[in-house]
């Protein structure tokens, strides 16, 4: 079939953007060697400020988000994929000026394209989706530094979203105790769910960014909130303990850092990039996500949707309102 459905966002008018489901033709593709027929992608933040005309995620429009696509190579000029093979894409441009997830079809280059690991469906690819890598390798970056279970509690901030969520299952099923971060108290019962043992409330956490340092609490963390937030984690990590930042949900800024926290408690930041990530480390990690990381009880992180009924999830999470992942049924 030549034609297909997708998400389409146009600028209606200056500064106004609409989100609606058409259809397309497969040569309106972007050149690239693999034509991937989507099954499932899922729902970001990125993807959100992509259909709203963010221009620091998509300089040209109309265009169609999603940064993540799991599904079948349809057609391949590359000798690394045959028709049939499942396969992820999640990050590098797709989804931003290239046509992304939110489609039946895209076409992108070989290089893009990981093979779905055995062990793991690409449904079960897009209930983790980039939220879900990137939680991974904020864990495993952690652990690299020294991140022992044995040290204390590790926070997780924002875990109610998508990294969140997957990071607080994720950390309990590799045997540490979880401190959960939210601003979000009526999810107290899903966080516990997932395995955290304390509910912090994110107000909480903003106490104190007056002063230099903190009580010296956390083992570790990851972070998906950034702003001064981030640095007040800082302040409470235990001695040469360690915090993986991948998000700025309040803010790029610090208002409040310093260098004290670095030098008197030997402390790291350590900075998380699943997008333009190599895609052996991509593999790699997917691989770990499908044998000795798998995830049991994914189904519990979030809910799915049709494309008809992204418009109103993307204002739900721009408006804050959205728990755990956002599974796109594509197909």
């Not at 459905?5 to 058409?22: C, M, N």
């Not at 409040?256 to 790291?268: C, D, E, K, M, W």
Request: one cysteine or more; a neutral charge; charged letters at 20%.
């Amino acid at each position: 079939m030549s034609r297909f459905k997708a998400l389409w966002v146009t600028e209606s008018r200056p500064g106004v953007f609409d989100q609606q489901v058409i259809e397309r033709d497969l040569a309106e593709l972007p050149a690239g060697e693999v034509l991937i027929r989507v099954r499932y992608s899922s729902l970001n933040f990125k993807d959100a400020l992509s259909a709203t005309g963010a221009r620091g995620v998509t300089r040209h429009y109309p265009q169609t988000p999603g940064i993540d696509a799991a599904g079948e190579v349809v057609e391949s000029a590359s000798s690394e994929f045959q028709p049939g093979d499942e396969v992820i894409v999640t990050g590098y441009d797709l989804g931003m000026d290239t046509s992304g997830g939110f489609a039946q079809y895209i076409r992108v280059p070989a290089a893009w394209v990981v093979r779905c690991p055995a062990g793991m469906s690409p449904r079960e690819a897009m209930l983790l989706g980039t939220a879900g890598l990137t939680a991974g390798l904020c864990v495993e970056k952690l652990q690299h530094v020294g991140l022992d279970a044995s040290a204390g509690s590790v926070l997780v901030t924002g875990a109610c979203g998508g990294v969140g969520s997957v990071a607080v299952l994720l950390l309990t099923r590799l045997g540490y105790t979880v401190a959960a971060s939210t601003g979000k108290l009526q999810q107290v019962e899903f966080l516990h769910r997932l395995g955290a043992q304390q509910i912090i409330d994110r107000a909480v956490l903003l106490d104190g960014a007056d002063k230099p340092l903190l009580k010296m609490q956390w083992a570790g963390a990851v972070d998906s909130v950034g702003g001064d937030l981030l640095f007040n984690v800082v302040k409470s990590l235990q001695y040469g303990a360690s915090v993986a930042c991948c998000g700025l949900t309040a803010g790029a800024a610090m208002a409040t850092a310093s260098v004290l926290p670095f030098i008197l408690r030997g402390v790291n930041l350590l900075g998380i990039d699943s997008v333009e990530l190599p895609r052996a480390v991509k593999a790699a990690m997917w691989q770990k996500l499908a044998g000795p990381w798998k995830l049991e009880g994914l189904e519990q992180l979030g809910h799915e949707i049709g494309l008809e009924e992204l418009p109103e999830a993307i204002k739900r999470i721009l408006a804050g309102r959205m728990v755990g992942r956002v599974l796109v049924r594509v197909d």
